[in-house]
């Protein structure tokens, strides 16, 4: 029989945990602490996987049966859920590491050696209050001209025309 919000809700901790089956392979792990967690058990290449799909209460029943749904359907095409959520997880660490942000700081570091203290701490101080907020942490790759533009139209709007040119001019370099 499947689960209803109301046992769900009334689920209470015992001294070990349980579980609590809803249908398709999803159910609710209740620990000793009082956490509930949802998870999805399915089979793959003759293998049993377990998947956590969320926490209760901020994945409700419905949510869960749908991000459970989702998941069989990525088992009907034959798709391992566990393994594409791990290079999901690897892209967006891999769009991180070519942040903005960090290629930038990079580029300082690679070049700041060859500038006087109060030129690199200058640069710094722009990029940090000018382009970081806004850019710094997207993908370099997906910066394009107009996000860049609208940096820089926020920057001259407070009246610091040359901080903006200043703020091009660096932000060309490091995208070079």
């Known amino acids: 029989m499947p689960l209803t919000d109301t046992a769900v809700r009334r689920a209470k901790a015992k001294q070990k945990p349980y579980k609590m089956f809803d249908a398709g392979g999803l159910f609710l792990l209740v620990n000793p602490s009082g956490g509930k967690r949802w998870r999805f058990k399915y089979r793959f290449a003759g293998k049993e996987k377990l998947l956590s799909l969320g926490v209760y209460p901020e994945v409700p029943l419905k949510e869960a049966r749908n991000?459970?749904?989702?998941?069989?359907?990525?088992?009907?095409?034959?798709?391992?859920?566990?393994?594409?959520?791990?290079?999901?997880?690897?892209?967006?660490?891999?769009?991180?590491?070519?942040?903005?942000?960090?290629?930038?700081?990079?580029?300082?570091?690679?070049?700041?050696?060859?500038?006087?203290?109060?030129?690199?701490?200058?640069?710094?101080?722009?990029?940090?209050?000018?382009?970081?907020p806004w850019l710094g942490g997207r993908p370099i790759a997906d910066i394009s001209p107009p996000d860049l533009l609208a940096v820089l139209r926020r920057t001259e709007a407070r009246g610091a025309i040359d901080t903006a040119h200043r703020v091009l001019q660096t932000c060309s370099q490091i995208f070079r």
């Open 67 to 132: 991000r459970r749904d989702q998941e069989r359907k990525k088992l009907s095409d034959k798709i391992d859920p566990a393994v594409n959520r791990l290079a999901a997880k690897a892209a967006w660490l891999g769009n991180q590491a070519n942040s903005f942000e960090v290629v930038a700081r990079e580029w300082i570091e690679k070049k700041s050696p060859t500038w006087s203290t109060s030129n690199a701490s200058k640069t710094v101080r722009r990029l940090e209050v000018d382009a970081f």
